[in-house]
């Protein structure tokens, strides 16, 4: 069990990496913009990939009546998200270390698996509803208007993963360093849940042999 405590207490420290690199990445390539814009999703807010890039954003946006993006003390979302991910890296390094000494069983390492996948989904999912209440709550008065075919305001949502056409604008969104940091960390901690799986498998299994010598 030492190595999975071991294993489980460095993917609980990789969640460490979101303090430092964007958790997501959203760009925007179109014609007029030989270099796309972009903005990088921290934990504790966004950031422009370049200096002016959420500046321009904002201006094209605004032709089209979508919200300006926001600031980090303009959502909740962003005091909470680092609150979190520190409550877990402790829980993280504290079952480790108790799963070094043997004091817990390796099944804690999949719940807190388990638990850092909840509270991931529902991250996806709160911002997934952001993504669709930034493109899709447009401001009637707008100096650009553009429909549907059946007549309906059209939405400028971004997608959540993967690749959209949006007018003439190439959206692109991703995970950045610290997404694939924290998903490598999660990773870890289903290599320690199976170390410690088998090294309890192997104990048990020896115990019998004992009992007869």
């Known amino acids: 069990m030492k190595k999975a405590?071991?294993?489980?207490i460095i993917g609980s420290l990789l969640l460490l990496g979101l303090f430092k690199?964007?958790?997501?990445?959203?760009m925007l390539g179109a014609p007029q913009y030989p270099d796309p814009l972009g903005m990088n999703i921290y934990i504790e807010g966004i950031k422009g990939v370049q200096?002016?890039?959420?500046q321009n954003i904002d201006g094209l946006n605004h032709y089209i009546g979508m919200k300006t993006i926001p600031k980090a003390e303009e959502m909740w979302e962003f005091?909470?998200?680092?609150?979190?991910i520190i409550g877990?890296?402790?829980l993280g390094v504290i079952i480790g270390l108790l799963g070094y000494f043997e004091k817990v069983s390796y099944k804690y390492?999949?719940?807190?698996?388990?638990?850092?996948?909840?509270?991931g989904v529902l991250g996806m999912y709160d911002?997934?509803?952001?993504l669709i209440d930034y493109g899709s709550n447009l401001d009637p008065h707008a100096i650009i208007k553009v429909t549907n075919s059946d007549g309906t305001p059209m939405s400028y949502k971004p997608p959540l993963l993967g690749f959209q056409k949006l007018l003439n604008f190439d959206v692109t969104s991703l995970p950045h360093t610290g997404g694939y940091l924290m998903f490598l960390g999660m990773l870890l901690t289903l290599v320690a849940f199976w170390l410690g799986r088998k090294v309890s498998l192997k104990q048990l299994?020896?115990?019998?042999?004992k009992a007869l010598n």
């Open 5 to 8: 405590g071991i294993i489980m």
């Open 21 to 26: 690199f964007p958790l997501w990445n959203i």
């Open 51 to 54: 200096e002016f890039d959420l």
């Open 79 to 84: 005091s909470l998200f680092p609150k979190v």
């Open 88 to 90: 877990m890296v402790i």
């Open 109 to 119: 390492f999949l719940g807190w698996f388990l638990l850092m996948s909840v509270l």
């Open 127 to 130: 911002f997934n509803n952001w």
């Open 205 to 209: 299994n020896n115990t019998p042999n």
